[in-house]
């Protein structure tokens, strides 16, 4: 019998790529998705490729416990998690729930689900939060030179609209984004905190958000306390991820506009100052899939006992 997934804010750019992806899985199938603005309206009239009856429904913390799903994924802003945690703990302590937002990402209660540098702490885990689609392409940028550095490390982060969610707002407007460039929450933002706690390394962060739908582009700045040949770094970097699917190394700058659509990250662009001692990588993701949808489905597949990238397109 297949395991059943619930989502609970299916309305959302990542909630119709997590659809599309529990779909094309053999061993999941789709117990609600949930939504207040589609209530009552069939998915496939807002999930192009998706295939079946399935209606949107608008459920609460209750009800959503009481379908007592496999797993639940919370899709929902920031803050809006808790009721769902509480009633799912109360009523099926045994459903997995992979929350995308950041409610839960600082704590130590729950799983933080980046397969590739936390995949040894999954065993068990049945309460998972997700990554930020900026922490995720920060972190992979930085991790294999972690152990090496000298000082903060500088970020600077441009995303796709699509980011922003479909609420109204200045960030997801094309006709403001058109020809611009929009700089926001420059000091403090939440991800500078996400990637500094799990990597026990200081990071500052300066995030943007231009006028493509989908897709990060960022540009890391690493100070090293030795100095390095470009080979040696590159060599570091295929060695860390030479067993991670979702992970390409390349040795020119990613494009954005490659990565659209794809669920893994490109990491490449090494170059180092003349002294050898900076170094500025240049990471790429999709952020509604390796930066949301793709990576829930790896921490589902790891929680319910199936292959990490089982439904994923490789």
């Given amino acids: 019998m297949k395991k059943?997934?619930?989502?609970?804010?299916?309305?959302?750019?990542?909630?119709?790529?997590?659809?599309r992806l529990v779909a094309a899985h053999p061993a999941l199938g789709l117990a609600f998705v949930s939504s207040r603005?589609?209530?009552?309206?069939?998915?496939?009239?807002?999930?192009?490729?998706?295939?079946?009856?399935?209606?949107?429904?608008?459920?609460?913390?209750?009800?959503?416990?009481?379908?007592?799903?496999?797993?639940?994924?919370?899709a929902m802003p920031n803050?809006?998690?808790?009721?769902?945690?509480?009633?799912?703990?109360?009523?099926?302590?045994?459903?997995?729930?992979?929350?995308?937002?950041?409610?839960?990402?600082?704590?130590?209660?729950?799983?933080?689900?980046?397969?590739?540098?936390?995949?040894?702490?999954?065993?068990?885990?049945?309460?998972?939060?997700?990554p930020g689609c900026y922490a995720t392409a920060m972190q992979l940028a930085i991790a294999p030179m972690r152990d090496g550095l000298d000082g903060p490390v500088q970020c600077f982060g441009v995303s796709g609209y699509s980011g922003a969610g479909t609420t109204p707002s200045e960030r997801n407007d094309p006709a403001l984004l058109h020809d611009n460039l929009m700089p926001y929450a420059l000091a403090a933002h939440i991800h500078e905190r996400e990637?500094?706690?799990?990597?026990?390394?200081?990071?500052?962060?300066?995030?943007?958000?231009?006028?493509?739908?989908r897709g990060i582009t960022m540009t890391v700045n690493l100070h090293l306390r030795e100095s390095l040949d470009v080979d040696v770094v590159k060599a570091r970097y295929v060695d860390r991820y030479a067993d991670e699917p979702l992970v390409e190394v390349v040795d020119d700058a990613p494009w954005v506009s490659r990565i659209a659509g794809r669920h893994g990250t490109q990491i490449g662009g090494f170059t180092l100052s003349a002294d050898g001692r900076r170094l500025v990588v240049v990471a790429t993701l999709d952020n509604l899939l390796k930066g949301a949808a793709t990576q829930a489905m790896q921490n589902l597949n790891l929680a319910l006992g199936f292959g990490e990238f089982e439904s994923i397109p490789l």
Avoid: C
């Avoid at 059943?4 to 750019?13: F, K, L, P, Y």
């Avoid at 603005?37 to 959503?64: I, K, N």
């Avoid at 808790?82 to 302590?93: E, K, L, Q, S, Y």
């Fill in 4 to 19: 059943t997934v619930g989502i609970v804010g299916a309305r959302g750019h990542t909630g119709a790529e997590l659809i």
């Fill in 37 to 74: 603005e589609l209530d009552g309206q069939r998915v496939d009239a807002h999930v192009a490729g998706f295939q079946g009856d399935l209606r949107y429904e608008s459920l609460d913390p209750a009800a959503v416990a009481g379908r007592a799903a496999d797993a639940v994924v919370l």
């Fill in 79 to 130: 803050g809006k998690s808790g009721g769902f945690v509480a009633a799912i703990d109360d009523a099926a302590p045994r459903t997995v729930v992979v929350d995308l937002s950041a409610d839960h990402r600082f704590d130590d209660g729950w799983y933080y689900g980046l397969p590739e540098l936390t995949r040894d702490r999954s065993a068990g885990e049945r309460r998972i939060s997700n």
């Fill in 195 to 213: 990637v500094t706690r799990q990597l026990a390394t200081p990071v500052e962060f300066m995030p943007h958000v231009a006028a493509h739908f």
